[in-house]
């Protein structure tokens, strides 16, 4: 019966320091510097301006230049820095269909020291008629700044009348 008391305490034990391991690691990763948090909203900001400015390319800025960005939406997913590009130069040709942009209901959350999540709702107010949803974007902290690796947009349906 010795035996079985020890083993249970020893399973005890490394169960507690399992759960004490992985709440901490829980705890360090949700914890984010402040200059971290305001690279993170500097580049959002950014996109707002750039887009309500109708440039394109600058709110692309805000993306990471790479052939693995991706980018989700009702259409499946686009892959690549220029092809989100290109997606966005077609459902956006002029600055009337860019309309105005918001961001709202920003939560940022890092992932680890060098990585964090972003949950939000954009709107566009626009003369054909007002579109908004959510996102989720996941950022990477790279030499160069804080960039979107991955982008998951959707859109609201339109509010019945």
Same mark, same amino acid.
């Given at each position: ?5 020890? =083993? ?6 490394? #169960? =507690? ?18 200059? @971290? ?5 500097? +580049? ?5 301006? @750039? ?7 600058? &709110? ?8 693995? #960005?991706? &980018? ?11 092809? +989100? ?8 040709? @002029?600055? +009337?269909?860019?309309?105005?942009? %918001? &961001? ?6 890092? #992932?680890?020291? %060098?990585?964090? #999540? ?11 008629? @007002? ?6 974007? =996941? &950022? ?10 991955? %982008? ?10």
């Amino acid at each position: 019966m010795t035996n079985k008391l020890v =083993v249970s305490g020893l399973l005890l034990a490394s #169960l =507690v320091g399992t759960c004490l391991v992985t709440a901490s690691g829980r705890t360090a990763a949700g914890k984010m510097k402040e200059t @971290d948090r305001a690279g993170i909203m500097a +580049v959002l900001t950014t996109q707002q301006n @750039d887009w309500n400015k109708g440039d394109i390319r600058g &709110f692309m800025a805000g993306y990471w230049n790479s052939s693995e #960005l991706t &980018f989700a939406g009702t259409r499946g997913f686009t892959r690549g820095w220029q092809p +989100v590009m290109e997606r966005y130069e077609k459902n956006y040709a @002029d600055k +009337v269909a860019m309309g105005t942009l %918001d &961001f709202s209901e920003l939560e940022i959350r890092q #992932l680890g020291p %060098d990585a964090a #999540l972003v949950l939000g709702k954009w709107h566009l107010q626009r003369q054909t008629g @007002d579109v908004g949803g959510i996102f989720t974007l =996941v &950022f990477q902290k790279f030499p160069e700044g804080w960039r979107i690796i991955h %982008d998951h947009t959707t859109q609201s349906p339109p509010e019945a009348k």
